[in-house]
Every structure is written in C-alpha cells, then in structure tokens.
Nanobody, 120 residues
Framework: QVQLVESGGGLVRPGGSLRLSCAAS????????MGWYRQAPGKQRDLVAA???????RYADSVKGRFTISGDDAKNTVYLEMNNLKPEDTAVYYC??????????????WGQGTQVTVSS
C-alpha cells in the first residue's frame, strides 16, 4: 500500500508564506510524476504545480513567480514553497503522485488534503 501524507497548511495573512510537504510511503518502485492540486469551495480541483521524473516542472499561471515546487528523491517527498500568498490561494491543497507500486502498475494516488487559508 502507498500513502501520501501532507503537512504544512494553515492560516496566513496576505503576502505571507507557507511551505507544504508531502511524503510518499509504502512499496514504491518508481515515481513518474508528483505535485500539488488545489480545490476551493464550489470549484473543481486544479493543478498548482508538478514535476515529472525527468525534472520538468509545470505551474498554474496564477502561481508562477510566487510558488516553487521541489522534491527529495531519497525521501519520496515533494515540497511546495508558497510566497506572496493571496486570498484567492485559499483552498484545500492535495498532493498527487503517479507511481509504480507493489502491483507493478502505474497508479494515481492522492493525499488527504491540507487547508490553506489566506486572510487578514
């Protein structure tokens, strides 16, 4: 079994910063893609930032220049550094990983989500 465990959410004032972490554990043979999505109330879940096994990164236009995604291969962990946060960044942030697990198949996994609230 594979689990994605997120941490680092919370309440922050506009202009502030937060760092999210997501660690993947369990029987993992390889991680093909890993990143963060977010879902605000009444809206769909959208990509925030992600990177693939080749190191290519992609960001939502709304976070370019403010958010940075990085990873630690040895720890199967992905980070999201969020700076200059805005009220519209308020959402539940979900970690996602496309990986080859104990079934030897590519499977899509999600974390439980962590709330980020940007408010004065």
């Amino acid at each position: 079994q594979v689990q994605l465990v997120e941490s680092g959410g919370g309440l922050v004032r506009p202009g502030g910063s937060l760092r999210l972490s997501c660690a993947a554990s369990g029987t993992i043979f390889s991680i093909h893609d890993m990143g963060w999505y977010r879902q605000a109330p009444g809206k769909q879940r959208d990509l925030v930032a992600a990177f693939d096994s080749g190191g290519s990164t992609r960001y939502a236009d709304s976070v370019k220049g403010r958010f940075t995604i990085s990873g630690d291969d040895a720890k199967n962990t992905v980070y999201l550094e969020m700076n200059n946060l805005k009220p519209e960044d308020t959402a539940v942030y979900y970690c996602n990983a496309l990986l080859t697990d104990w079934t030897h198949r590519q499977m899509d996994y999600w974390g439980q989500g962590t709330q980020v609230t940007v408010s004065s």
